[in-house]
């Protein structure tokens, strides 16, 4: 331990008479590690971490993909992962692998209090949710089976850590006192214990209610606890100890097959039927539950895997430009280390010295990093939208990430320093005592290795350069895609009076009377209402029946709609190619009316005049096209921008029999966020107690939209820019040394009659061929590597030919600002000073 502080006291006095190589090597290693775990962290909070409650690899989620005739509800693309209420309770009362077996759905609620509505977010669960996760109280008791009962039984609520904490100011006395939520009173029975929040990423439930209150949580939804047919409940289990999934699984299958059966019986589907028989060889499936609900992360998974490469790649090019410095300090040192080699000094004892320094830069580098990580994570957690379903994202660092942090140091310690100290205590004691510096050979070979390290810079340089600019295209496609609508001048925010308890013909009504006070407002230049929030993955989608088309056997006729007021199409700009919009003369009183958008209308009518033609929701003998196409309008996107034109349809809000949500939008004469408190205003004069959601403008949304692209792009450019600048940094350092060792044959040189520009090619074509060289080899690791991110990118491909020229032009930018010092230092050689030299 007296020697490991004797090393550490020696570092310390040796990197404190080299401040600016110490900063250097410090400040490249903190960007290195700071990069890499501000990642790390992203990454663990998203992919990695596991559920906060006892035994999480017992957890599992269940699936079932195919078919499910009737409605499904899910958050999911293939709703594999939504089942009905009443097969949740079959699986739950028949299964004999589970010691619990749960099921939760998530709805926006209103709670109201205070003289005020606000909107919180509510998740329906069983009765044995909170004894199936392990989770106890932090305040009174959870959830029991005599919770979950009969539908509307159970008025109880229990809140989360959080919400009881921020709300109510973790006022104890909440316990059994009423809080009323979407109209309902509901008694608050507990807290849930502080950690625990819910069984998904990115969705904080602020409070936990009975699924048996559906119909008030959810009134407009349409959905119902006991159809078969109404699949929108997840449902997540906990295994046995001691039974595997593959042994749960196959236990289920003979108690699934059978509930199936009863399904298609009660569902009066076709034993003939090629989807009946998909139905009834439906497998159901268990998936890892011990993080929880994977709905964020499918999504999130490729981009977080590519900056964690992306970060490893720029700390790897710290440690290769540390590793440089590190050879030409080890030389600089070779007649200190001769000379204690032989005072009698061992091998072994100086290369633990030289460790020992490493060490100490890598702590310093660790802790700097630390907090360049913390200010990263700040900055992208408070850049990330509140509705992009990440909610709960922290930029904290915890012990897994400070861990990870150490772990790096140490690593990064010992690469960057192992192979100097090596060889800057392999000296030749004669030859070195002797010449009182290093020797030519030892120096060449020295001048060998750096270059090997610059050459790998630039190469990983050029990859990260690659992935960026791609990554770079991406966005700005995106941004200048066609999406069909005009955005500009466009303010939205959305009202549910449906959760505050307004019957549908009441939230018509106060859509109506919206509509009117808000077009009569000065700058206001239209306004419309849609059910359904575009640009936002708000979609709806049904299979359809069109008058005197042949839907062929296995034919998808899936289309997407929304329900939307008169003036929507002139609002957003989307063009009237046939027929008319929507009036107010459209009523549920008049007949059932839609316009279709153009793609729909080629694939399903073409050739054919589409206005005055049917249309119905649903397929069989049994439909009957029942709504007049009225309009044709032109194609846009509904999505986001990277969504594809799909056929589309539209129908008045005022024949949606289940009308809960209104999203207006509003263009405006000037800046739309100048409208912001009239309007808001103006629904407050309606409805007082009427929470505003999401007012922003289109714009912004759209926007929001596209977070993870321009996250994932400004990180990988910024990495690619400091991966460069490293690089710069390294192929200066060795150019700089190559002219401070040669400058007394330099000065021969010009001595002899050597030209200026003879010296400047020679030190330019150094640097040049080393990124040559560099530059072709990350070249084409680029191509061979930049196809398996090929499905982040949009309109490009992975071997975009004006990519890889930037990357070619940028390498040689950074190459001749890296050899212009070094060069024209060399340039400026003195002969008669130069022949002085050592």
Excluded at 15 to 42: D, E, H, Q, R, W
Excluded at 771 to 796: D, E, N
Aim: charged letters at 15%; glycine letters at 10%; hydrophobic letters at 45%.
């Amino acid at each position: 331990m007296q020697t490991l502080w004797q090393d550490i006291r020696y570092g310390l006095r040796m990197l404190g008479k080299s401040p600016a190589f110490t900063a250097i090597a410090v400040l490249t290693l903190a960007l290195g590690i700071g990069a890499n775990t501000a990642i790390f962290s992203f990454t663990d909070q998203v992919l990695l971490r596991m559920l906060p409650v006892p035994n999480p690899q017992q957890l599992v989620v269940l699936r079932s993909p195919g078919p499910n005739p009737g409605r499904t509800s899910s958050d999911m693309t293939d709703g594999a992962q939504s089942f009905s209420y009443p097969m949740y309770k079959d699986l739950r009362d028949r299964s004999s692998v589970f010691s619990g077996l749960l099921t939760c759905f998530g709805v926006d609620v209103n709670v109201s209090g205070h003289g005020s509505t606000q909107s919180a977010n509510g998740e329906l669960v069983s009765g044995n949710f909170f004894q199936t996760l392990d989770v106890a109280p932090a305040l009174g008791r959870v959830f029991d089976a005599n919770d979950e009962t009969e539908p509307g039984a159970n008025p109880v609520a229990v809140l989360s850590y959080g919400y009881w904490t921020r709300k109510f100011g973790a006022d104890p006395s909440i316990l059994d006192k009423p809080l009323t939520v979407n109209g309902t009173a509901l008694t608050v029975v507990g807290v849930a214990r502080k950690g625990f929040d819910g069984v998904q990423f990115g969705s904080l439930p602020d409070i936990f209610i009975p699924i048996t209150m559906l119909n008030q949580m959810a009134p407009t939804s349409g959905l119902d606890l006991g159809k078969r047919t109404d699949h929108f409940v997840a449902v997540l289990g906990r295994l046995k100890p001691g039974v595997s999934r593959a042994q749960a699984q196959a236990s289920l299958e003979p108690v699934y097959a059978p509930l199936l059966e009863e399904d298609a019986k009660l569902l009066k589907l076709s034993d003939k039927s090629p989807r009946t028989k998909q139905f009834l060889e439906k497998p159901l499936q268990l998936t890892d539950g011990a993080g929880g609900r994977q709905v964020v992360q499918p999504g999130a998974e490729e981009p977080l895997l590519v900056l964690l490469g992306m970060v490893a790649l720029v700390l790897l090019i710290a440690c290769a430009n540390l590793a440089s410095l590190l050879v030409a300090r080890g030389e600089a040192r070779q007649r200190e280390i001769a000379i204690r080699l032989a005072l009698g000094a061992g091998r072994a004892r100086l290369l633990q010295q030289l460790l020992t320094e490493s060490l100490l830069i890598g702590v310093a580098g660790g802790v700097a990093g630390l907090a360049f990580a913390s200010w990263c994570l700040n900055t992208m957690v408070s850049a990330i939208p509140s509705d992009a379903g990440m909610t709960g994202l922290t930029a904290q660092l915890d012990p897994r990430v400070l861990w990870f942090a150490a772990g790096i140091t140490i690593v990064t310690s010992v690469l960057f320093g192992l192979a100097p100290a090596l060889r800057a205590t392999r000296v030749n004691l004669q030859t070195t005592l002797k010449d009182q510096g290093s020797s030519v050979s030892e120096g060449r070979t020295n001048i060998r290795l750096r270059k090997v390290l610059i050459v790998a810079q630039v190469a990983l340089t050029a990859v990260l350069l690659a992935g960026a600019g791609l990554l770079a295209r991406t966005l700005t496609n995106l941004e200048h895609a066609n999406l069909g609508v005009r955005t500009d001048n466009i303010l939205q925010f959305s009202v549910e009076p449906d959760l505050n308890g307004d019957k549908p013909p009441q939230t018509l009504a106060l859509g109506q009377q919206a509509r009117q006070a808000i077009a009569a407002l000065p700058g206001v230049r239209s306004v419309t209402i849609s059910e359904q929030q575009i640009f936002a993955n708000d979609d709806n989608s049904s299979n359809i029946t069109p008058e005197g088309y042949t839907v062929g056997p296995d034919e998808n006729t899936n289309v997407f709609w929304a329900y939307i007021s008169p003036n929507y199409f002139s609002t957003m700009g989307i063009p009237l190619v046939a027929g008319r919009e929507f009036t107010d003369a459209d009523t549920t009183a008049s007949h059932k009316v839609i316009i279709i958008n153009q793609t729909l209308a080629k694939r399903f009518f073409a050739g054919r005049n589409p206005v005055g033609m049917h249309i119905a929701r649903g397929g069989g003998s049994s439909v009957h096209p029942d709504m007049e196409i009225v309009g044709v309008v032109a194609d846009s996107k509904w999505d986001g921008p990277r969504a594809n034109i799909v056929p589309f349809m539209y129908q008045p809000y005022t024949q949606e029999p289940q009308l809960g949500a209104l999203t207006f939008y509003v263009r405006t004469e000037r800046d739309p966020g100048q409208m912001a408190a009239t309007l808001r205003s103006t629904i407050g004069r309606l409805d007082a107690n009427l929470p505003i959601n999401n007012m922003r403008t289109l714009t912004a949304q759209i926007s929001d939209e596209m977070f993870n692209d321009r996250l994932v792009a400004i990180l990988s450019i910024s990495m690619a820019l400091l991966a460069a600048l490293l690089a710069a940094l390294g192929l200066y350092g060795v150019l700089a040394y190559v002219v401070a060792r040669r400058t007394r044959e330099i000065g021969i040189r010009m001595a002899l009659g050597g030209q200026r520009s003879d010296i400047l090619r020679l030190v330019l074509g150094q640097g040049a061929w080393l990124t040559l060289i560099g530059g072709a080899i990350g070249i084409v690791a680029a191509l061979a590597g930049t196809h398996w991110m090929a499905s982040m990118l949009y309109g490009v491909n992975t071997a975009d030919p004006l990519t890889f020229i930037g990357v070619v032009v940028l390498l040689a930018a950074v190459s001749g600002a890296a050899c212009y010092v070094p060069a024209r230092r060399a340039v400026r050689v003195d002969p008669m000073v130069a022949l002085r030299y050592e």
